[in-house]
């Protein structure tokens, strides 16, 4: 899913930047002032990216439309969150692109997510108001519910995810995925549910995700 919305959302950007008067050039040179060693991490990526030939061809005259496909997702953020900054549209994500991005880097790194589903947690968490109000108005999960749950940074970076996957990625390719996410929240994790009967943490935690999940990939 992560990997999905990444492409879409690089579409989507590329998308209303045909629609603005943005120098695509310019806008590049202003990032790399903004991010001082951007450049030249992204040209050390010739020496062992399957992409050092597009990277040997721009090095020197990046443009917004060619340097994405050498960026890393975070990368593109800072990429995407200046475009958006110089353009006005309504629907731009940005405040919602880091949760996408750290469980993006857990999944790349074979991380356990659910390795801590009670405080202490790794990292503090402020949801943004979209987020929260897309979960009470729409999905229509109790506010003391989204309190407890989504400062849990598994729990919220995963409903960040499927928020934005719902708004970005078009309906033919989220059909398929929905399809493989419904097969393991609907196969694969209750499996051997039996199990784990008494834990009551990893339980309420399933019931909370597997709600957002029932909305989004099942409507």
């Known amino acids: 899913m992560s990997i999905e919305l990444e492409h879409f959302l690089k579409v989507k950007m590329l998308s209303d930047f045909n629609t603005t008067y943005e120098d695509g050039y ?4 202003e990032l790399f002032i903004m991010q001082p060693h951007l450049k030249e991490e992204i040209e050390l990526k010739s ?3 399957t992409c050092n030939e597009l990277i ?3 090095k020197d005259d990046w443009a917004i439309w060619n340097i994405v496909e050498v960026m890393s997702f975070g990368q593109f953020i800072d990429l995407y969150a200046l475009f958006y900054a110089r353009n006005e549209f309504s629907d731009s994500y940005v405040n919602m692109l ?3 991005r750290m469980i993006r880097n857990a999944v790349a790194h074979n991380n356990c997510l659910i390795n801590r589903l009670k405080p202490p947690y790794s990292r503090n968490i402020s949801p943004c108001y979209e987020l929260r109000n897309e979960l009470l108005q729409r999905v229509g999960i109790p506010k003391k519910a989204i309190d407890k749950r989504l400062v849990q940074p598994a729990i919220h970076d995963f409903a960040a995810l499927l928020y934005l996957h719902s708004r970005v990625v078009p309906i033919i390719e989220r059909e398929q995925t929905n399809l493989k996410i419904n097969d393991v929240f609907y196969k694969i ?3 051997n549910c039996g199990f784990y009967e008494k834990n ?3 339980k309420s935690s399933y019931n909370f995700v597997e709600s957002i999940v029932a909305f989004y990939c099942n409507n």
């Open 189 to 191: 994790m209750i499996d």
């Open 26 to 29: 310019e806008i590049i040179k």
């Open 56 to 58: 040997a061809k721009h």
């Open 47 to 49: 020496n062992t990216s």
């Open 200 to 202: 009551e943490i990893l």
């Open 98 to 100: 880091l949760p996408v």
